[in-house]
């Protein structure tokens, strides 16, 4: 029991520091303790599978800290920076922070609900929604499309979808360069540098000074829109909580921007803990994280893949560490992701843009420059000019999130 505890504490402390620091994803921590993933003793299996837990969900719940306020997103935050942005600058980006808070807990609420189900259908269900994936993301892509105004904003979004798909193409297939590692800049570039300079060029705006009460609304229709997007996510090779929050945004068009951050926190948080309940649903990881404690299961449990049948029962007691390690995890990391953008926001409330930007510019261009090199400002290059082409043109900056689903979606369609 303690060294459960002991996991979930680390993991929570661990998450926090990926989630406030641009650029340092779930999986590079984890690669950096790997070695520690071969237990040694029979209590380090339990210690480590609520450590990696607790590292993921409190992850997603902090990293819209950065994403909402520095405009600086991570690959499953990305689409946050534009509603959060703009309730930012309302005078709401405590609010907006307080909203993905709400729906990673409300989504975990439903996940539960929804569990016996998964538990009995899930691996019937990978299998019948396999092969529409692609279509699916084809019929979004041009439905996107279709949404913006005349012939000319049509034409732009498409342009818009065809070079950030590309890109995100070359980055996933071609580039001489980890695709993780890589796919920082481009997102960086899409949703944040291009949000700053854009916001820079205007000349002396400031941030407004932020408000951090009234709060209120619990958008349960966000919530459990997030928790089957999540459950999409967690479950589909390929298809992560950037794409299905992509998905959400379509359908919760009519919702406003408070419904779909509601969503989006639901998104990530449900994807973080289904990745890893895959391992004993239908018997394959879908992230990293569950790469991680599959490669704990097989070091504490031999060879012999005990979970490749779909049998709860056989991996009760991890499969119950996971699920607590996340319910615990959560409402803590939901309480230290509140705190941290109090903190931030009373350093950034009427702070002039062009000096808040010109600094978090510099520190992305520095993370940029150390964690990718040469190669990765250039992708940062790229994808900010593609982001301010979407915003100059006048439409959507979210259809730069073909730089994810346009690969694949290919993927889907062609694969063999």
């Known amino acids: 029991m303690l060294d459960a505890l002991l996991g979930v504490l680390l993991g929570i402390l661990c998450g926090t520091l990926t989630g406030m620091v641009p650029g340092l994803h779930v999986n590079t921590l984890l690669f950096l303790v790997y070695p520690l993933l071969l237990p040694s003793s029979p209590e380090m299996p339990a210690l480590l599978v609520c450590f990696i837990t607790a590292l993921s969900v409190t992850h997603s719940f902090v990293s819209y800290v950065p994403s909402i306020l520095l405009s600086a997103p991570q690959e499953d935050t990305a689409l946050s920076v534009l509603p959060g942005q703009r309730l930012l600058g309302m005078g709401r980006g405590y609010e907006a922070v307080y909203l993905t808070v709400v729906g990673g807990i409300g989504a975990l609420a439903v996940l539960l609900l929804l569990l016996p189900l998964l538990v009995a259908y899930m691996d019937a269900l990978y299998g019948a929604l396999?092969?529409?994936?692609?279509?699916?993301?084809?019929?979004?892509?041009?439905?996107?499309?279709?949404?913006?105004?005349?012939?000319?904003?049509?034409?732009?979004?498409?342009?818009?979808?065809?070079?950030?798909?590309?890109?995100?193409?070359?980055?996933?297939?071609?580039?001489?360069?980890?695709?993780?590692?890589?796919?920082?800049?481009?997102?960086?570039?899409?949703?944040?540098?291009?949000?700053?300079?854009?916001?820079?060029?205007?000349?002396?705006?400031?941030?407004?000074?932020?408000?951090?009460?009234?709060?209120?609304?619990?958008?349960?229709?966000?919530?459990?829109?997030?928790?089957?997007?999540?459950?999409?996510?967690?479950?589909?090779?390929?298809?992560?909580?950037?794409?299905?929050?992509?998905?959400?945004?379509?359908?919760?068009?009519?919702?406003?921007?408070?419904?779909?951050?509601?969503?989006?926190?639901?998104?990530?948080?449900?994807?973080?803990?289904?990745?890893?309940?895959?391992?004993?649903?239908?018997?394959?990881?879908?992230?990293?994280?569950?790469?991680?404690?599959?490669?704990?299961?097989?070091?504490?449990?031999?060879s012999s893949g005990w979970w490749k049948s779909v049998a709860v029962p056989a991996g009760y007691t991890h499969f119950m560490l996971t699920l607590v390690a996340a319910l615990v995890s959560a409402p803590v990391a939901g309480w230290l992701t509140l705190r941290l953008a109090r903190a931030c926001i009373a350093r950034v409330s009427g702070m002039r843009v062009g000096a808040l930007y010109s600094g978090v510019l510099l520190f992305l261009g520095l993370a940029v420059l150390a964690y990718?090199?040469?190669?990765?400002?250039?992708?940062?290059?790229?994808?900010?000019?593609?982001?301010?082409?979407?915003?100059?043109?006048?439409?959507?900056?979210?259809?730069?999130?073909?730089?994810?689903?346009?690969?694949?979606?290919?993927?889907f369609i062609f694969e063999r």
């Open 130 to 302: 396999r092969p529409f994936i692609g279509g699916v993301l084809l019929l979004v892509l041009a439905y996107m499309v279709a949404t913006e105004v005349g012939v000319r904003g049509k034409l732009y979004a498409l342009l818009v979808v065809l070079l950030s798909g590309t890109l995100g193409y070359l980055i996933l297939h071609r580039l001489p360069a980890s695709p993780e590692r890589l796919l920082f800049p481009a997102l960086t570039g899409l949703f944040g540098a291009s949000t700053m300079l854009l916001a820079m060029l205007q000349g002396g705006a400031r941030i407004p000074e932020q408000e951090l009460g009234a709060l209120e609304g619990l958008y349960p229709r966000g919530a459990v829109a997030g928790a089957l997007a999540g459950v999409l996510a967690g479950m589909l090779p390929g298809v992560g909580a950037a794409q299905s929050a992509y998905l959400v945004r379509c359908v919760l068009r009519q919702g406003g921007m408070r419904e779909f951050l509601v969503a989006q926190g639901g998104v990530n948080t449900v994807a973080a803990v289904l990745s890893i309940l895959t391992i004993y649903l239908i018997g394959r990881p879908r992230s990293g994280s569950g790469m991680a404690v599959e490669k704990v299961l097989t070091g504490a449990f031999g």
């Open 372 to 411: 990718t090199g040469a190669l990765g400002l250039l992708v940062l290059l790229t994808a900010t000019a593609i982001g301010m082409l979407a915003a100059t043109a006048g439409v959507k900056r979210s259809h730069g999130m073909g730089v994810l689903i346009l690969p694949v979606m290919l993927y």
